[in-house]
């Protein structure tokens, strides 16, 4: 499949399976999974025609992982807006995490600490080389270092997702080490 296609059905369950199910009348159970015979029924009837070997080989083919196919029902692994309970249980995390960001909202995060805006969580990458990818998506990238051994010793609770990011509430500014 041409990689031009690959990323717009990506990009297509991204906004689906995350974000927006109702546009093309899909319903997510509490745990964020649909049937996929229905995905693609919707998707077809809403104007975005794919075929389950297409579906299967984004899923397999992407580069971060970001669905899960399992006894005919997909879910994106992270990163929704819509409510969903993942069931993702509770871990340890290293001593340090990093997020990556955009220099203008430095300033806001010193004031705030990280917040998890649209999405459920905060999202947090396991290495810097990661996280300047992240926070290159929105800009000149900044790689925050967070005290994760620290913020857990203290309470805070943190989840690992089926793709490796780790997600956690929210992070107070005296967690956080700036460049
Ligand atoms: C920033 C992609 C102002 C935060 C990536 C980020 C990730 C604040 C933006 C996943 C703030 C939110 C998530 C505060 C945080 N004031 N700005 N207090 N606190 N921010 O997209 O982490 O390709 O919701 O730094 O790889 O960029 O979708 O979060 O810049 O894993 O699979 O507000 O999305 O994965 O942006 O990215 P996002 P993110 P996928």
Do not use: C
Not at 112 to 125: A, C, I, N
Not at 133 to 154: F, Q
Request: proline residues 7%; aromatic residues 6%; charged residues 25%.
């Amino acid at each position: 499949m041409d990689e031009r296609r690959l990323t717009r059905i990506s990009k297509y369950l991204a906004r689906h399976l995350r974000h927006d199910p109702q546009r093309i009348g899909l319903a997510l159970d509490a745990h964020g999974w649909t049937p996929v015979d229905g995905l693609l029924r919707a998707a077809a009837a809403h104007g975005f025609t794919f075929t389950e070997a297409e579906l299967r080989h984004v899923v397999a083919a992407n580069d971060k992982r970001r669905y899960t196919i399992v006894d005919g029902r997909i879910r994106a692994n992270q990163g929704h807006s819509v409510p969903v309970d993942l069931g993702l249980p509770a871990v340890v995390p290293p001593e340090v995490l990093y997020h990556g960001t955009a220099g203008r909202f430095v300033a806001a995060i010193e004031e705030e600490g990280l917040r998890p805006m649209d999405r459920h969580h905060v999202h947090l990458s396991p290495d810097r080389e990661t996280a300047t990818r992240v926070g290159g998506r929105r800009g000149v990238p900044v790689v925050l270092v967070v005290a994760a051994g620290t913020m857990h010793a203290d309470g805070h609770m943190f989840l690992r997702s089926a793709n490796g990011v780790w997600l956690v509430d929210h992070v107070p500014p005296g967690y956080l080490r700036f460049p």
